[in-house]
């Protein structure tokens, strides 16, 4: 594979050729919004259809192989099987449904198998200057940052929200690990890649492919590392980190998976508990999580948020993020977008919009301090000495009520 890029001031020109095919793409500036046009030429059936924009519209044309060419590049990690033994332990802890999973190597972090297939599309998912990342670990207010996020970018458009649900108005690329999409026609996603990318694969990731296909700004989210992306990611567009202290954060997780109704976690809080400490859950390690964001902290295009200062202080808060974000706003547009943001308000949204209820009660409090409501005194000194011990390097006065 011989790839070759141009930069100028408004247009980027790359092509990149294999024995059976050469694709130019244009990436060209105008109002502040990047246009993209796409030519291939190719001498093999065996290529796949392209999905290209070209003004401002999308279109099927000849070939584009993206995460074809993304899987023959190298990653800087390690993906494998998590042995037997260890699935074995996390059964006995409660999970009993979809153990087919893989882990990263040398930092590890777990994820369901589908993972395996799309790891090199997720390193070297294209991101663009005009895009901001949402980033966080699960359930440390990752909804409710892009939220505000969107609203911030859009004052005047939040009554599309009313009629619009979040997962068409941000792009979750994560779906395409925690459920692959499928080729059903009653699935208004499926119908919404099918019509935007009409020469895509299904297999090669719905979310990671509606995301290319889109033109303009978009808000992404995602619950990846930093190290699981290619390391330009802050030099080429603006990250949101929203960190929350550990203990809600575990609670969080804990009823999350328990009202999975796929895929169930039938333990309790302890058993929940003991594998959120050593890392044998989704997306792996709280603390490198955190530390990976806390080491970038001082770049210009990373903004680290705290869950329990939202929360004590949201209009504070979003004049901050809205400077970080280059974004002009008066005092009255951020109480509607404060307003819009409210729990209440996204959750009554989320249960009248969203088709998939999956996750019973997903918008389940939204407190800080919830976790003395739920563990006995012997788990609060387990989690205060895990802390003890994993904080240090993380200069974090973590706030729990």
Not at 159 to 170: G, K
Not at 280 to 286: D, E, F, L, P, T
Request: hydrophobic content about 35%; aromatic content about 10%.
């Amino acid at each position: 594979m011989n790839t070759h890029l141009e930069k100028h001031s408004h247009m980027m020109v790359s092509w990149r050729g294999t024995r059976d095919t050469l694709c130019l793409v244009v990436r060209e500036k105008r109002d502040d919004a990047y246009k993209t046009k796409s030519f291939t030429a190719q001498g093999h059936e065996g290529i796949r259809p392209q999905v290209v924009r070209q003004q401002g519209r999308t279109e099927a044309t000849m070939a584009s192989s993206s995460e074809r060419e993304a899987a023959e590049r190298p990653l800087p990690f390690q993906v494998e099987e998590v042995p037997e033994d260890e699935i074995k332990r996390l059964q006995e802890l409660g999970f009993e449904s979809n153990l087919h999973l893989v882990r990263t190597k040398p930092n590890l972090a777990y994820f369901r198998s589908s993972y395996a297939r799309l790891a090199s599309a997720f390193y070297h998912f294209e991101f663009r200057p005009d895009d901001v990342v949402v980033l966080t670990y699960p359930k440390s207010g990752t909804n409710w940052t892009s939220e505000l996020v969107w609203a911030l970018r859009n004052p005047d458009a939040l009554h599309r929200a009313e009629d619009v649900a979040s997962s068409e108005r941000f792009f979750f690329l994560d779906m395409d690990i925690l459920r692959p999409g499928r080729a059903d026609e009653d699935d208004p996603t499926y119908r919404r890649f099918v019509a935007a990318c009409p020469g895509g694969r299904v297999e090669d990731g719905v979310q990671l492919q509606l995301a290319s296909a889109h033109e303009g700004p978009r808000v992404i989210k995602t619950h990846l590392r930093f190290d699981l992306f290619r390391q330009d990611l802050l030099d080429t567009c603006k990250v949101v980190y929203t960190v929350r202290n550990p203990k809600d954060t575990c609670v969080s997780y804990f009823h999350h998976c328990s009202n999975n109704k796929r895929n169930t976690f039938k333990g309790d809080l302890p058993n929940f508990a003991a594998a959120f400490m050593t890392n044998g859950i989704n997306y792996g390690s709280y603390w490198d999580h955190i530390r990976q964001a806390w080491q970038r902290k001082g770049h210009r295009n990373l903004h680290i948020m705290f869950y329990e200062d939202l929360k004590a202080d949201i209009h504070g808060e979003l004049r901050k993020l809205a400077n970080f974000l280059q974004l002009d706003r008066d005092d009255d547009q951020l109480k509607r977008v404060a307003e819009h943001a409210r729990f209440d308000q996204m959750k009554s949204r989320h249960e009248r919009l969203n088709v998939n209820h999956i996750i019973g009660n997903f918008f389940r409090k939204g407190q800080v301090g919830d976790w003395k409501n739920a563990a006995s005194e012997g788990l609060n000194n387990k989690m205060d000495e895990w802390i003890q011990e994993n904080c240090r390097g993380i200069d974090i006065s973590y706030k729990y009520e």
